[in-house]
């Protein structure tokens, strides 16, 4: 009651009697506050966490605003960082470009390393201070400036750092306030760090920001590129022209290749006739044998012999006459072999026995024409007495019956006792005359005999015709002409026949059978140490080059290689 009385003003003066004796004011406590139960307590805490959730809410709705976007592909982005200091920018220091929109997501692909994020469009913003171009609204007005807000950013601009404003604190993550200008340059960064001032450098060659030549390559260096023209191409870099390595020493085809030019390179492809990759072309080459035949009688069948070589499939067989397909016109090389002659069981006779020419010529052939060949096979052996059949001659023919090269058979032997004149084939046309025995045939015909007692064996057939039988036909029988077959003679005695191609059988007892060839080899008298004749040979090629006596033993042989 007293402490109310003396707050109490005087009616009259309006001074209280507290104020008049001590000359201040009256200082009153508050009220005692009542505490609140803890029920009121509990809603209180309940609406505050509401409020905090709510606004939660309300952020994160304005954050992830669904509505459209402006961006379009192509454009260039600066994507917000995830983690920030005083130090770092609020956008990432590196460009972005937008690959994909989804109404208010996009994927951007960072330029620097080729990296894409798919996120909220929200997040992101156009780079218009640091790329000029027309791809959004906002760079419509050429005359309005894109100023940011934020000094950092402006430091990822390339902007003059004086520009900075100096009223920023550079410490955001401080809340105190200041007011002294000392503080604030204080807070303000008196360097500006090296990840902030170099901006991050961006690859000229994976942006596709260079002017390299489409066949240069472009290779990146610090701050720069250069250009240089790709392999096969010559140029600085920027413009960058074929070169033509087929007019150069620079292709490494081969000599019987075309080169072939290509852009920013060549290729070899081997000329027609040859086979290869280019660079190795070999020339086509057939070898034809006697597909194992023996004795009289020519090959009945192919067989797989030619399986897998050049001339595979080009080559037919009739009464044992190969006939071959010319598969490429030009010029080819011929080498003809002509079978030896047989031998008889006296030690000498297999060393000494006649052997066959070898004639080499080039000719001239038209792709599709036919060529006959006859392969000369071996003459008979006796291996009970005296006398061997004579080898055959190989023939190569077109098919209008024109010889155009031919070597001739050896002459048989009968107990032979070193190397005698005329037993091996000729090189010339004519039949040999051998030792001991008659005349050789002439002129493409094959060897005649005389009729008497000496001449047991059988002339070797020619080109034209047969050989002559020996002693009235009771000898050894002459070898066929080509043009009569080229059967070999049969023998009359022992199995000494001739070979096929010509050669002249053998009596069998004495009397050695001639060669066959282009004329055939004269027969062998009936006396010890004596042979028949080698058949003669033709060539109708050029560049020649022809030998007697190739051959000891064995059948004949035709190899027939492309020149060009």
Not at 10 to 27: C, D, F, G, K, S
Not at 139 to 152: H, Q, Y
Not at 439 to 449: E, I, P, V, Y
Not at 528 to 533: H, L, M
Request: proline fraction near 3%; charge should be positive.
């Amino acid at each position: 009651m007293l402490t109310g009385y003396r707050s109490t003003p005087h009616p009259t003066t309006e001074v209280a009697p507290y104020e008049a004796l001590m000359n201040r004011q009256v200082i009153t406590k508050l009220d005692h506050q009542v505490r609140e139960s803890s029920e009121n307590a509990r809603d209180t805490a309940i609406n505050k966490r509401d409020e905090r959730y709510k606004g939660k809410t309300k952020k994160n709705a304005e954050n992830r605003n669904t509505t459209e976007h402006n961006f379009s592909v192509g454009d260039r982005v600066l994507l917000k960082q995830k983690k920030r200091s005083k130090w770092s920018t609020t956008y990432e220091p590196a460009f972005y470009t937008v690959a994909r929109t989804n109404r208010s997501r996009i994927a951007a692909r960072r330029i620097t390393d080729g990296q894409e994020l798919y996120g909220d469009a929200s997040q992101c913003k156009i780079a218009n201070a640091l790329i000029q171009d027309n791809t959004s609204e906002e760079r419509d007005d050429p005359e309005k400036e894109i100023i940011s807000e934020d000094w950092r950013e402006k430091i990822l601009m390339n902007s003059n750092p004086q520009s900075i404003p100096e009223e920023i604190n550079t410490n955001t993550e401080e809340t105190a306030e200041t007011s002294s200008s000392d503080q604030m340059e204080q807070n303000k960064p008196s360097e500006i760090p090296a990840a902030v001032t170099r901006p991050r450098h961006v690859d000229e060659c994976t942006s596709n920001t260079h002017n390299c030549d489409v066949n240069a390559e472009c290779n990146n260096t610090e701050g720069s590129f250069n250009c240089s023209c790709k392999v096969g191409f010559n140029g600085d870099g920027k413009k960058c022209t074929d070169v033509n390595e087929c007019a150069t020493d620079a292709q490494n085809c081969g000599v019987h290749a075309y080169c072939n030019n290509t852009e920013g390179s060549f290729n070899c492809s081997c000329k027609e006739g040859f086979t290869g990759d280019g660079k190795k072309c070999a020339a086509f080459k057939a070898v034809f044998t006697n597909l194992n035949a023996r004795g009289k009688f020519g090959p009945t069948t192919l067989g797989s012999h030619y399986t897998g070589q050049d001339h595979h499939r080009q080559v037919t067989l009739s009464r044992g006459v190969q006939q071959w397909t010319v598969p490429y016109t030009g010029e080819y090389r011929i080498e003809a072999i002509g079978a030896s002659a047989g031998y008889d069981p006296y030690f000498k006779s297999a060393k000494y026995r006649g052997r066959g020419a070898r004639m080499v010529g080039s000719f001239p052939l038209n792709k599709g024409e036919v060529i006959r060949i006859l392969v000369g096979q071996e003459g008979g052996r006796n291996k009970k007495d005296r006398s061997s059949g004579g080898g055959g001659g190989t023939f190569v023919v077109r098919r209008a019956n024109t010889p155009l090269i031919i070597a001739g058979g050896g002459g048989g032997v009968s107990a032979i006792r070193s190397r005698r004149k005329g037993c091996d084939a000729n090189t010339n046309t004519e039949g040999n005359s051998g030792h001991k025995s008659r005349s050789g045939g002439r002129n493409g015909h094959g060897a005649r005999t005389t009729g008497d007692s000496k001449t047991l064996a059988g002339g070797g057939g020619g080109f034209y015709s047969s050989g002559s039988y020996g002693r009235h036909r009771y000898g050894g029988e002459g070898g066929k002409g080509f043009n009569q077959g080229g059967v070999g003679g049969r023998a009359r005695y022992n199995f000494a026949d001739g070979g096929f191609g010509g050669g002249g059988g053998a009596y069998g007892s004495k009397g050695a059978g001639g060669g066959g060839g282009y004329s055939g080899g004269g027969g062998g008298w009936k006396t010890f140490d004596s042979c028949a004749g080698g058949g003669g040979s033709y060539n109708n090629g050029s560049n020649q080059d022809n030998e007697c006596c190739y051959k000891t033993a064995g059948h004949g042989q035709v190899t027939i290689t492309f020149l060009e």
